[in-house]
């Protein structure tokens, strides 16, 4: 059974940093592109960062470029998103998602960042 | 980067109803469209891809369709468990955008 679970979450100051993992177990892990959504308090989805299998490729949205870092450990099934200069308006509960040819077919079930002082 | 957009935001139906969601895209992607469904407090799940694939184990009820920049999410026949948010995903390129969701509510 595919299982992505999310830690790392908190309350942090606005200008802080936080890093979330993600742990994978129930498929090959290295075998698969990873992802990061976001979802603001009563708001939609948000595509944050992607990341290839084995890290030669990552893309961000343009609201975090220059600000977060997208990683992965294949030795450890783990994925990771280091979180720096933090805003308000990254307030939100972050997903750990599989990608599957574009799609996102596995999620975990997220991890709440909330920015404030 | 492409935009997509949904309508209605907000849908009212009734158990039995036919139910029809749009998101149209800002440029072509061909037939590289996801349907998700989510629930309060929960993750969103799969329920199509590209564009009118379903996903394993989804409801026959649910099906989609089109191509290029407009495309439909249709539930046949409306179900208790249905009612929740449904946002399209676009993945014709590297950096993917959701809609902005359609919240199904009971009439």
């Known amino acids: 059974e595919v299982q992505l679970v999310e830690s790392g979450g908190g309350l942090v100051q606005p ?5 979330l993992s993600c742990a994978a177990s129930g498929f090959t892990f290295s075998s698969y592109w990873m992802s990061w959504v976001r979802q ?18 990552k893309y961000y949205v343009d609201s975090v470029k220059g600000r977060f870092t997208i990683s992965r450990d294949n030795a450890k099934n783990s994925l990771y998103l280091q979180m720096n200069s933090l805003r308000a308006e990254d307030t939100a509960v972050y997903y ?19 920015v404030s002082s | 980067d492409i935009q997509m957009t949904q309508s209605p935001s907000t849908l009212s139906a009734s158990v039995g109803d036919r ?3 749009t998101c149209r895209a800002s ?7 996801a ?36 495309f439909t999410l249709t539930i046949s026949s409306l179900q208790p468990d249905d009612f929740a948010t449904y946002y399209c995903q ?4 590297y950096s993917r955008t959701f809609g902005g969701g359609t919240k199904v509510e009971i009439k």
Do not use: M
Not at chain 2, 27 to 33: A, E, M, R
Not at chain 2, 90 to 93: D, E, G, L, P
């Open chain 1, 15 to 19: 200008g802080g940093s936080l890093r």
């Open chain 1, 40 to 57: 603001a308090p009563g708001k939609g989805l948000e595509w944050v960062a992607n990341i290839k299998q084995d890290g030669s490729e």
């Open chain 1, 96 to 114: 750990c998602a599989r990608v599957w040819n574009g799609i996102f077919d596995y999620w975990g079930q997220g991890t709440l960042v909330t």
């Open chain 2, 19 to 21: 139910v029809t969601i």
């Open chain 2, 27 to 33: 440029q072509s992607i061909s037939s590289w469209l």
């Open chain 2, 35 to 70: 349907w998700y469904q989510q629930k309060p407090g929960k993750a969103p799940k799969l329920l199509i891809y590209k564009a009118s694939s379903l996903e394993s184990g989804v409801p026959s009820r649910f099906s989609g369709s089109g191509s290029g920049t407009e």
């Open chain 2, 90 to 93: 676009q993945y014709n390129s």
